[in-house]
């Protein structure tokens, strides 16, 4: 057999085994942008819960809102409604399920960012729905202490009913 015979021999049963070797790996999909209206909706989902637009969770919670979706900095609805002091929105978030204790991706809990915005309507309807003032990063309690507010919710927070349950 000549030489090039043979490598296009050799070279077409290259080709056949890349062939077979690609169909038994899964095979990649590029991710597709979401349309515009589902990131129109999330936009308003998020700011409604910055702004405190309690009607409009009232309406989307019993829908199926998930009660903790959350934004691409892991900021819940909970983080944002508690971070910018609507407690009453908290407290439907809360009994829609969302977790008090959610973390976003900085590890920082909605009640220390309700310690840290001095935020004390919010603070007791989050200690009231099972938040941990142990968990998170800081820690409620630690951020308490930075912000000088040790006097006023130590005692809440070593009797709160979720302290040291978060992460069981």
Request: aromatic content about 6%; cysteine-free.
């Amino acid at each position: 057999m000549s030489d090039t015979k043979q490598q296009t021999q050799h070279g077409e049963q290259e080709q056949e085994q890349q062939q077979q070797q690609q169909q038994h790996q899964p095979q990649q999909q590029q991710p597709q942008g979401l349309p515009d209206e589902a990131i129109a909706l999330a936009s308003r989902l998020y700011n409604g819960a910055r702004a405190g637009d309690l009607a409009l969770f009232q309406q989307a919670l019993p829908a199926g809102l998930p009660a903790n979706l959350a934004n691409e900095k892991g900021d819940s609805l909970l983080m944002l409604a508690a971070y910018y002091g609507h407690a009453n929105l908290v407290r439907l978030l809360l009994h829609h399920g969302a977790d008090p204790n959610r973390l976003n991706d900085k590890g920082q809990s909605p009640l220390a960012g309700a310690v840290f915005k001095a935020e004390d309507a919010v603070i007791e309807a989050l200690l009231e729905g099972g938040a941990d003032p142990e968990f998170g990063s800081p820690t409620p309690l630690e951020t308490i202490v930075m912000f000088r507010q040790e006097d006023k919710w130590r005692a809440a927070f070593e009797a709160a009913p979720g302290r040291g349950q978060a992460g069981k």
